[in-house]
């Protein structure tokens, strides 16, 4: 049996400094969409599969998913680049990273991103995911990873949304240039994974 002393002290550990600070701002500002911790493994994974890589986030909101992207960063050459429309949130977060030049937090709409990419690395929670998904798409480098999250499971195929075919979840997940699945993040959550092909 483990010590609940011992999982707590590992959780600790395990949730990087970053995204600690990233949720206290959240915390502060009443901000209450920062990405969940299952997803921001998944987040924290994609980014170091990616070594040198370019890699961007639309939708920082406070930094939570900013962090555990950062978490994963590997080598001297990658670059972070995020996105968010709220002035106050985009400038909160950028402290968290300002010893960091790899790092880059704009403040404006999510087309801002397309003179960074092509991206080794997309978690779209912004905008683009709805508005534009053929332009999230296109700014994928041949090989990079997409990650979208916030979909509700759908056990069935064609995925359903409130008893409708979700038409945004079917394109991603059937587009013939990506390779793409659905991930459970928790019971009730789901996020797309999907990589672009050769």
Do not use: N
Not at 47 to 55: E, F, L, Q, R, T
Not at 118 to 146: E, N
Not at 183 to 192: C, D, E, G, M
Request: glycine share 10%; aromatic share 6%.
């Amino acid at each position: 049996m483990t010590d609940t002393t011992d999982t707590t002290a590992l959780t600790e550990r395990t949730v990087p400094p970053r995204v600690v600070a990233a949720e206290r701002i959240a915390s502060e500002a009443g901000f209450k969409k920062s990405c969940i911790p299952e997803v921001g493994r998944l987040l924290k994974l994609a980014a170091a599969a990616k070594p040198d890589g370019v890699i961007a986030e639309s939708g920082t909101g406070s930094g939570v998913g900013t962090a555990w992207l950062h978490s994963g960063l590997a080598g001297a050459g990658a670059r972070l680049v995020t996105v968010e429309r709220d002035e106050v949130l985009a400038r909160r977060a950028a402290g968290v990273f300002a010893d960091d030049e790899r790092v880059s937090v704009l403040t404006g709409d999510w087309r801002l991103l397309e003179r960074h990419a092509p991206f080794d690395v997309f978690f779209c929670d912004g905008g683009g995911k709805r508005d534009d998904p053929q332009g999230v798409i296109d700014l994928l480098a041949p090989g990079g990873i997409l990650i979208l999250d916030d979909f509700t499971p759908s056990p069935g195929w064609p995925p359903h949304f409130e008893g409708t075919v979700d038409e945004l979840r079917l394109f991603y997940l059937t587009h013939p240039a990506l390779e793409a699945t659905e991930i459970l993040t928790t019971p009730t959550s789901s996020a797309v994974v999907a990589a672009r092909r050769l």
